[in-house]
């Protein structure tokens, strides 16, 4: 398994939750790591993104400010820490990796991302 998904659950609106992306060794060393969320009945929307060298993040104007990403090179996992979370963030979370350049319009992209995992379902009660 290239990428590997966990974390969600169930939290009420304005908690936190963390979610993990655990990546083979090949795949954490090379590519960017970002998050995508799809909501039911909604498209894949992006959430976030960090460098391959850990150096630098981009969020959507959605999560900017509530959500960081951070990367533990001795794990191989890369970390979604969500605060004050909404009703509206509630959906299925997936983590993705690409070897594209680090630009807005690429990491941004579904379709620019080469290994995807199995997504873990965050639930927020309102």
């Known amino acids: 398994v290239q990428l590997q998904a966990s974390g969600g659950g169930l939290v009420q609106a304005g908690g936190s939750l963390r979610l993990s992306c655990a990546a083979s060794a090949r795949i954490f060393s090379s590519y960017h790591i970002g998050w995508f969320r799809q909501a039911p009945g909604k498209e894949r929307e992006f959430v976030g993104v960090?460098?391959?060298?850990?150096?630098?993040?981009y969020f959507s104007d959605s999560v900017k400010g509530r959500f960081t990403i951070s990367r533990d090179n001795g794990k191989n996992t890369v970390y979604l820490q969500m605060n004050s979370l909404k009703p509206e963030d509630a959906a299925l979370y997936y983590c993705?990796?690409?070897?594209?350049?680090?630009?807005?319009?690429?990491?941004?992209?579904?379709?620019?991302?080469?290994?995807w995992g199995q997504g873990t379902l965050v639930t927020v009660s309102s």
């Open positions: 993705a990796a690409t070897g594209r350049a680090f630009t807005v319009a690429t990491v941004t992209a579904a379709g620019k991302y080469d290994f």
């Open positions: 960090i460098r391959q060298s850990g150096g630098s993040t």
